[in-house]
């Protein structure tokens, strides 16, 4: 009789495993057909969706002057490596870009900025400190304005010429892990116009290397 039960149990036993199994894969067919696939999945792992603001200011020359530019950048990351955004600065010291004989004997300040869609790619972001290759696509504006502020309280304004311009900005920056909160970026960047155009002044006066530093604060 245990003889027979033992039988019993080695076949009943083995069937009711496989058929255990079966049921599983059968489930896991079912759940892989109902779930919704997106752009942002792959192999069940979702990619991570972070997002940066902070500020910026860099150093550069328009033809051996001295030129202090600052602004704001912000936008998402996209798994760490990749980021999309918008930027925009400015000239921050144009009471030091005057320029003679602009027009008619007349001189004038510097004023203008530039901005647009930035782009990033990161090497080994989860590293304390990594490389960054960001790329700025967009444009701008200067104007020769003779905007002063006089000592009886009146104002001189007059705008003798201005210019929009298409302006392509890439460069490298070596970024630091701060805080989970904070990154630092330094390196050099690019700036790029091909189509300045004002009167009695070079069309490549803005296209010159820049010394960049930037502060990040968001989820990374």
Do not use: C
């Not at 069940?44 to 030129?67: C, L, M, N």
């Not at 960054?132 to 104007?143: K, T």
């Not at 790029?192 to 070079?202: A, F």
């Amino acid at each position: 009789m245990k003889t027979k039960i033992f039988l019993l149990l080695l076949v009943f036993i083995p069937s009711l495993m496989l058929f255990a199994q079966d049921d599983q894969t059968q489930a896991k067919t079912s759940d892989n057909q109902d779930e919704i696939k997106t752009i942002f999945r792959k192999s069940d792992h979702k990619v991570q969706v972070g997002y940066f603001i902070g500020p910026e200011a860099s150093y550069t020359q328009f033809k051996g002057r001295d030129v202090f530019i600052g602004g704001l950048s912000g936008g998402i990351i996209l798994n760490h490596f990749f980021s999309v955004g918008l930027a925009g600065y400015g000239i921050l010291n144009s009471q030091n870009l005057w320029y003679d004989n602009i027009q008619d004997m007349y001189g004038a300040y510097l004023y203008g900025g530039y901005g647009g869609v930035k782009f990033e790619f990161r090497i080994l972001p989860s590293y304390p400190v990594h490389v960054n290759f960001p790329i700025l696509i967009g444009g701008g504006g200067l104007v020769y304005n003779t905007w002063t502020y006089r000592h009886n309280s009146s104002y001189d304004n007059n705008t003798l010429d201005w210019d929009s311009f298409f302006v392509v900005e890439p460069g490298v920056m070596v970024e630091l892990n701060l805080l989970k909160f904070m990154r630092l970026d330094a390196g050099v960047s690019y700036r790029y116009t091909p189509d300045l155009d004002l009167m009695n002044t070079s069309a490549d006066l803005i296209n010159n290397f820049s010394v960049n530093l930037a502060l990040k604060f968001g989820k990374f």
